[in-house]
């Protein structure tokens, strides 16, 4: 006989549990975003401190590339004992890297612990998004995102305040300002491990799940040598013995890394059965384009307004306000929308556009335009951002089965983790490779250095004290021949002296700075920038035009690769979304399977129906 249909089951969490989850949830999110948006606004003093502002990819991708290759493993370790104890253990080990981190003495150390943390981020950028999957249908997702917005919009707020205040105050109970950018994740972290150890409590079955460390082993392989040549390929040569090893290197990682996942089959780090889904594989291609875009703007944006637009580290922070809003306002109504009609199909292409749209306008920044303009291509950016990070996370997990949930979770953040690591290593790359011939451009022009040599000519300008560092560093070295050939007596404060001296000495620095391969005027944005600030804006224009332009470059990168994403999102298959959340489809499906071996191996029921007949004698 046919099984019977197992009934529909009930909610097996409710309202209220749910809450208490995502309160849970909520916790290890905010440590993770406060991080990353605190670090943004005060890398620029923490590298000034420990001397190497070219190193601060160092310091930003290392953490990248540990946490992107954690974060697949995270998904089966959560799949073989839980998601809970996972997320204890990553915040556990987060809050040791940030420890270390602020005690670190150089560059090298800092990159090295922020690399363990990035360790521990790794979960606390996955799992919370595996839990939701669980817990939570595709198409009711949404009406919960509001809760996870206000987590990462009050951590994009607060994180470049208090990362702008540590970094201009000098020292805080005898620690310097900037190494408590590290150190408050601890108290942060405290309060995250209360939470999640009182409010997050979710259903789970432990599975016997192979842990792919081949594969892990592999994409380490394939991803560090990538990100070394892509950071250091300027210094190195791009085609270097050193480059072309990482190269080859990196390739046999990455064949290695595929026929690994083939031979693991379901226990691979990241299925390659996942990508027969045609929704997952261009999901997965635009989150990578994406992230390359978000973490380009992010880590790019800061510092940009610190150099150009003179802002404090806690006035950048103030004015990365437009992006966040732009990113909250377009989520929250891109969410009521998803929840309400179940269509997300539109989201991603609006939001890439609106992406291009900011990007395109940066490329016409230059040194010159006030802050309101760089505000108004955030504003772009933080639309399209809303619209297009949850809408590619549900596509993701609503386009595989409700048991595939936490792998096609943690790798659709394991390829937007890869976007934004390449994303950070090439865009930082471009611009300091390009940045000292962009500012020998920049003193090649006539109008900035004659403004720029009048200054330093004239006593009142020279003899400043906030000027006494850019002074020393490039102009004293230009000027000094000069000044002492002039005519006894000569008096520099007059307009008239010093018109006549420039005639003579603006077309000699040209030509001299034009034949000057390794200038110290092209590389002195490479280590310490601090002697910048405060100095006449005449002397300093030059710098910061030059490193306007380089930025630019970095823009109409970002703006090719987002471009790229507006066109492949037009592809995008967007099945309907699910109504029942993971956890429910797989208890429903168990049933069933219950349901039918009862019923196989009950005795079949008499026919009530049915006459008995007499059995006919022999």
């Known amino acids: ?10 909610p097996l969490l409710t309202h209220r549990q749910i809450l208490f989850i995502i309160f849970g949830l909520m916790a290890g999110m905010f440590l993770s975003s406060l991080d990353q948006t605190i670090v943004g606004t005060s890398i620029r003093t923490i590298a000034d401190d420990l001397d190497g502002l070219s190193l601060q990819a160092s310091v930003t991708t290392a953490y990248l590339i540990t946490s992107t290759v954690m974060t697949p493993i995270y998904g089966k370790l959560s799949d073989i004992f839980g998601r809970r104890p996972l997320f204890l253990v990553a915040i556990a080990v987060f809050l040791l890297g940030s420890l270390l981190a602020g005690t670190a003495q150089s560059m090298y150390e800092l990159a090295a612990f922020r690399a363990l943390q990035g360790i521990g981020a790794g979960g606390l950028m996955a799992l919370p998004f595996a839990i939701l999957g669980d817990i939570l249908a595709p198409r009711e997702r949404a009406k919960y995102q ?5 987590v990462f919009a009050t951590s994009s707020v607060l994180g470049p305040l208090i990362g702008g205040l540590f970094a201009g105050t000098p020292e805080i109970l005898f620690v310097a300002g900037w190494r408590w950018v590290f150190l408050v994740n601890i108290p942060v972290g405290a309060l995250a491990l209360v939470l999640v150890l009182r409010f997050l409590h979710v259903p789970h079955t432990r599975h016997l799940v192979k842990i792919d460390w081949w594969g892990a082993t592999a994409i380490v392989v394939a991803l560090v040598p990538l990100l070394l040549v892509a950071e250091n390929g300027r210094d190195w040569g791009w ?12 390739g046999l990682g990455l064949v290695a890394f595929v026929v690994v996942e083939k031979l693991m089959g379901d226990a691979a780090l990241i299925p390659l059965k996942l990508f027969r889904h045609p929704t997952f594989s261009m999901v997965t291609v635009l989150g990578v384009l994406v992230g390359f875009g978000m973490f380009g703007a992010m880590m790019t944006l800061p510092l940009y307004l610190q150099l150009v637009n003179g802002a404090t580290p806690t006035e950048s922070g103030f004015l990365l306000l437009p992006m966040i809003l732009g990113l909250m306002i377009s989520s929250v109504v891109s969410g009521q929308i998803i929840s309400r009609t179940g269509r997300y199909r539109i989201f991603p292409t609006i939001g890439a556009g609106l992406m291009a749209a900011g990007f395109l306008w940066f490329t016409f920044a230059h040194a010159d335009r006030p802050v309101w303009f760089m505000m108004i291509g955030m504003l772009l950016i933080g639309l399209g951002l809303g619209q297009s990070m949850q809408t590619l996370t549900i596509a993701s997990q609503n386009s595989v089965g409700p048991r595939e949930i936490g792998v096609a979770t943690s790798s659709a953040t394991f390829f937007r983790q890869i976007g934004g690591t390449l994303g950070v290593a090439i865009l930082f790359s471009a611009l300091f490779s390009r940045l000292p011939d962009t500012i020998l451009a920049a003193f090649g022009r006539t109008d900035l250095l004659r403004a720029a040599l009048d200054a330093a000519l004239d006593p009142a300008v020279a003899n400043a004290p906030q000027n006494a560092r850019i002074m020393d560093q490039v102009y004293d070295g230009i000027l000094d021949p000069v000044v002492q050939q002039l005519p006894a007596g000569a008096d520099l404060a007059d307009e008239q002296v010093r018109s006549g001296v420039l005639d003579t000495l603006v077309p000699q620095v040209q030509d001299a700075l034009g034949g000057a391969g390794n200038s110290p005027v092209g590389a002195s944005l490479d280590g310490d920038t601090s002697f910048l600030t405060g100095a006449d804006p005449r002397l300093s224009a030059p710098f910061l035009e030059g490193f306007a332009t380089a930025a630019v470059t970095v823009y109409v990168v ?10 492949l999102s037009f592809f995008l298959k967007a099945p309907p979304l699910r109504t029942k959340s993971a956890i429910e489809e797989v208890a429903d499906a168990d049933a069933a399977i219950a349901a039918q071996l009862a019923a196989d191996a009950s005795p079949p029921a008499p026919n009530s129906g049915a006459t008995t007949k007499p059995i006919p004698a022999r």
Do not use: D, E, K, N
């Open 1 to 10: 006989m046919s099984a019977q249909t197992a009934a529909p089951s009930a």
């Open 558 to 567: 970002c703006l090719v690769v987002v471009l790229v994403a507006f066109v």
């Open 146 to 150: 509001g809760y996870f917005l206000a």
């Open 239 to 250: 085609g270097s013995a050193l480059s072309i090893g990482c190269y080859a290197l990196g």
